[in-house]
């Protein structure tokens, strides 16, 4: 039937929609943006081109597809964003990883490996933010103790928090998801 609508035939119309909207990666979007409104991997959408997309699904990809036209971030509507082979949650309240940010984590991994001596040299990453950098790093080197340092601002004060990443294989596996809320404050002091 020429009106069913397939999940091939909304990807393709939607990478349509959000290129004359702007998107730099409108297919890319497109995919991420359908495969969690169908709760799946974006792999299983090649698998479902000629599936029909019911109008439950349809109703909640719409809803994603309007906000990412007006310029709401594909992180920010999925909820999360892959970086350095990792899955980190992400919220408005958190800067979204840019692929460029890669070359940072392997500018420091580069430092440490020219550091001269052996055992453990400390890296502090502060200002940190998610603390994407330095969790990158720190799964990735075994002869570092990184050290995440991150400051919020508040109504009641500033809140500073301290995490301490030990360079060898951490406690999670590929892709598993690192939240910053994780952290607890070791300092904090009024504003005042």
């Not at 603390?131 to 995440?148: K, R």
Request: glycine residues 8%; charged residues 20%.
């Amino acid at each position: 039937m020429a009106d069913e609508w397939t999940i091939g035939r909304l990807l393709n119309w939607t990478a349509d929609y959000l290129k004359q909207h702007g998107s730099e990666s409108p297919r890319l979007e497109a995919e991420v943006l359908l495969a969690h409104a169908r709760g799946c991997q974006r792999i299983e959408l090649y698998t479902s081109f000629g599936d029909e997309a019911d109008e439950a699904l349809r109703t909640k990809f719409r809803a994603l597809v309007k906000r990412r036209a007006e310029g709401v971030p594909v992180a920010y509507l999925v909820g999360h964003r892959e970086f350095y082979s990792l899955d980190f949650r992400v919220t408005p309240g958190v800067l979204i990883p840019r692929p460029e940010t890669e070359l940072l984590v392997l500018a420091v991994l580069d430092l440490v490996k020219a550091m001269p001596g052996e055992g453990t040299v400390n890296v502090a990453d502060v200002g940190t933010g998610s603390g994407i950098v330095a969790i990158a790093a720190a799964g990735s080197t075994t002869t570092s103790g990184i050290s995440l340092c991150w400051m919020s601002m508040t109504t009641t004060g500033t809140r500073a928090t301290v995490i301490t990443a030990t360079a060898m294989p951490l406690p999670f596996a590929p892709n598993a998801r690192i939240e910053p809320a994780a952290r607890s404050p070791v300092a904090s002091s009024s504003a005042g």
